[in-house]
């Protein structure tokens, strides 16, 4: 073959190869995820990964239908609230979920290096040192906009795995303050450790629960709301409440 055939043989399955994409590839995207097919090829790719490596089984997918409501209807806010066992927990309660999940996510453990990534999948950074009023702002303002808002009420991961620790007091304002639906979310059999490579790189037969939706008003206290959460999650588990926080230690290990 000579030289000129060659670079034809490549350009013409280059060409191929683009077509492909923007005839079935684009399209599967979009419907599948919605018209931002960069978010959608990272979710794509995030959903294929979690269930080859960490062979996610999820239960409970008609209270998840039930929160996320109909998609041709108008949807509501949704507030998901769950424990957290390390850093692959976003990405396994995301794989059943039609709508994007908001991630409320500690600042300190977001790596600068990755900052396009944590805009494109619209992450909500979090000061957990202290009290941070513009995250919480922003999250009840997606709330109220009928987004999805995920969090991690323990501040952390919670260590020994089988217990459920005292939960920060911005899930209650969120709970209480926005009429969102509130949807508690255990997660299990994720790998046993604090790194976040080895969470992400498993392997691991993980499991997602999806619990009952539930309500609440601004007559319900925050803290009252908190502890209800608390006490559903813990009862559906059948773990502890151990009333000690959980150390937010902050580093790059979790």
Same mark, same amino acid.
Request: hydrophobic residues 60%; glycine residues 4%.
């Given at each position: 073959m000579s030289t000129g055939e060659l670079l034809l043989l490549i350009t013409g399955s280059a060409?191929?190869?683009?077509? =492909?994409?923007?005839?079935?590839?684009?399209r599967l995207l979009r419907r599948l995820y919605g018209s931002d097919t960069s978010l959608g090829f990272v979710r794509l790719c995030s959903d294929i990964w979690c269930r080859l490596a960490h062979r996610v089984s999820v239960e409970g997918r008609s209270h998840l239908q039930q929160a996320e409501g109909c998609p041709d209807g108008n949807e509501e806010g949704v507030l998901i609230v769950a424990n957290h066992t390390g850093a692959?927990?976003?990405?396994?309660?995301q794989v059943p979920g039609r709508? =994007?999940?908001?991630?409320?996510m500690a600042s300190d453990m977001m790596l600068p290096l990755l900052d396009d990534l944590w805009e494109l999948v619209r992450v909500v950074p979090v000061n957990r040192t202290k009290p941070d009023a513009s995250s919480l702002r922003r999250a009840m303002r997606l709330l109220r906009d009928g987004e999805v808002v995920g969090l991690f009420p323990e501040g952390?991961?919670?260590?020994?795995?089988g217990t459920i620790r005292p939960f920060q007091e911005g899930v209650g304002l969120l709970a209480t303050r926005c009429g969102a639906t509130v949807l508690p979310v255990l997660v299990s059999g994720t790998p046993d450790t604090d790194s976040t490579p080895g969470s992400m790189l498993g392997p691991s037969r993980s499991h997602v629960r999806f619990l009952a939706p539930m309500q609440f008003d601004k007559r319900t206290s925050p803290q009252e709301a908190a502890e209800e959460i608390r006490r559903v999650m813990a009862e559906a588990a059948g773990w502890a409440l151990c009333d000690t926080p959980m150390p937010l230690d902050l580093g790059w290990s979790e």
């Open positions: 060409l191929g190869v683009i077509t =492909l994409w923007r005839a079935v590839a684009l692959i927990d976003p990405f396994l309660i709508r =994007l999940i908001h991630w409320m952390r991961i919670t260590r020994p795995p």
